[in-house]
């Protein structure tokens, strides 16, 4: 049944992205090959969101008999890398090293403990609350992300507009792939009635506000944890 591959190709259709992006632009190669390298391994944490968020049908069935798959990681992998980059690649902004007296101002005293946040926000919400475990995925992004505004104010453009943009990709492509091409796939895989149960325009409203909390918090995070910054070209 080919609704058994909607998401493989909903992830293989982002990881083209990805490949386009490395390709257009060699100057990014390594920033998203970086980013995404750290970001894959997150998708090993599908065990928290199967089955209270959702139960997508995947290669060899992995999802529902093991709770990882495959999918995930390609997910993973391929979201981290756009995120990160995505602002930078259509701003056509550059990178610049932060001086090493700046380093060391006050609020960068918080630079790890806001990189982590939100792990630890995520850690808090999934074990202490009943709610469904992507609005603890969410707000632990959220608060990265603010954090990260708090510690970096320099990278609150990156953080604002990475939201903006990779959200607005994201809808586009979960649109076409999970909309469009395999209709009644969101109402036979996610766990539409543990959730809002809102639909915009067929995407549920948590990937919209997931999207929005991952490009936030990732269209900031190699300049945050390098050091740098972006600025535009004039």
């Known amino acids: 049944m080919l609704y058994d591959y909607a998401y493989l190709i909903g992830s293989l259709v982002l990881l083209v992205v990805w490949i386009g992006l490395f390709l257009a632009r060699p100057k990014l190669r390594k920033k998203v090959l970086l980013v995404s390298s750290l ?14 968020y959702w139960e997508p049908l995947t290669l060899f069935d992995l999802a529902r008999r093991y709770r ?34 700046v380093q060391h101002q006050v609020h960068h005293q918080f630079h790890t403990l806001a ?3 939100p792990i630890a926000v995520f850690a808090f919400f999934f074990l ?18 603010l954090a990260t505004g708090w510690c970096r104010p320099d990278l609150i453009p990156s953080i604002k507009k990475g939201a903006l943009l990779f959200s607005g990709l994201y809808f586009v492509i979960f649109l076409i792939t999970f909309v469009w091409l395999f209709p009644s796939y969101v109402e036979m895989v996610w766990k539409l009635s543990s959730l809002t149960g809102i639909l915009v325009v067929g995407v549920p409203l948590e990937e919209i506000l997931f999207a929005v909390a991952l490009g936030a918090m990732w269209g900031s995070i190699y300049e945050h944890l390098t050091w740098r910054k972006l600025v535009r070209i004039k």
């Open 39 to 52: 970001t894959a391994p997150l998708g090993l944490t599908e065990p928290f969101f199967i089955p209270a």
């Open 115 to 117: 990189v982590l946040s």
């Open 128 to 145: 202490l609350t009943p709610i469904n475990p992507i609005y603890s995925a969410i707000i632990g992004l959220t608060f990265g992300a």
């Open 68 to 101: 990882v798959d495959i999918e995930s990681i390609i997910f993973s992998f391929a979201v981290g890398g756009i995120a990160a980059v995505i602002y930078e690649f259509i701003s056509g902004a550059r990178e610049k090293r932060l001086a090493h007296r």
